[in-house]
């Protein structure tokens, strides 16, 4: 697909992502900006690429839909400079869309052959994500704490490593904030819980979404 065949879809993405609901102006620009068919390995699926849905990455994984990439972006309400940990780095195209929105990303995936095709993506993009494979419900502790955490596949529980990451309040800064789907396979409920106090979390509750398993160990 041409860059032009390629924008004009991305802007009949982002019309489908507003009317789906999707209002933060920046999310949505960040849609129009990064090349979803990029992050796409099979070139077979690069037509579907900017259609609203999950399409498969190889190892039994998938690039999530767009629709959940910009409700979560928007839930995580990510501002230029902020630390971002990502779990389940995947196709790289979440984290393309958080530094396209000028946070600082650091991503962890299980599968080292699927950082060894996305990492190369996201440098010929210019988009400087740091990557590293391994189990990200360990969080990334050299690298803590963070401003956000996102958490990009489904568990039924969520790791205290992961809410001792998060930065403790500061005057003038947003609090730290981690956004994860918990639940079994087939019924997750997107979570936000924010540090609000050194010793203190809270829990909020959003939209179902369906995720693939996030594996420890
Ligand atoms: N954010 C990705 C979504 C990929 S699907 C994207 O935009 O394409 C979720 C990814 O999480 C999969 O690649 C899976 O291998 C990975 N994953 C699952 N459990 C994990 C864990 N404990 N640590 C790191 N990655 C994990």
């Given amino acids: 697909m041409t860059d032009r065949q390629a924008a004009a879809f991305r802007r009949r993405l982002v019309r489908d992502l507003r009317d789906k609901g999707i209002a933060d102006e920046r999310v949505l620009d960040a849609v129009a900006q990064v090349p979803r068919h990029r992050f796409i390995p099979d070139d077979g699926l690069h037509r579907q690429a900017y259609d609203d849905v999950a399409l498969p990455i190889g190892e039994g994984q998938t690039i999530s839909q767009p629709f959940t990439v910009a409700r979560m972006t928007e839930l995580l309400a990510v501002q230029p400079g902020d630390r971002v ?28 052959k699927l950082l060894r095709k996305t990492t190369p993506v996201l440098k010929a993009l ?7 494979a391994g189990d990200g419900t360990y969080g990334w502790p050299a690298l803590a704490p963070f401003d956000a ?7 039924p529980t969520v790791p205290t490593e992961l809410t001792d990451q998060l930065r403790a309040p500061a005057p003038g800064r947003a609090d730290a904030r981690l956004l ?22 809270a829990d909020e509750t959003f939209n179902d979404v369906l995720f693939v398993p996030l594996v420890r160990g």
């Fill in 85 to 112: 940990l990502e779990v389940g780095t995947g196709s790289g195209y979440q984290a393309a869309i958080l530094a396209t929105l000028g946070a600082r990303v650091f991503s962890i995936e299980r599968h080292a």
């Fill in 126 to 132: 210019g988009l400087t994500v740091r990557t590293q």
């Fill in 149 to 155: 955490i996102i958490v990009t596949a489904g568990g």
């Fill in 180 to 201: 994860i789907p918990v639940g079994p396979p087939t019924q997750q409920v997107l979570h936000r819980i924010t540090r609000t106090g050194s010793e203190a979390l």
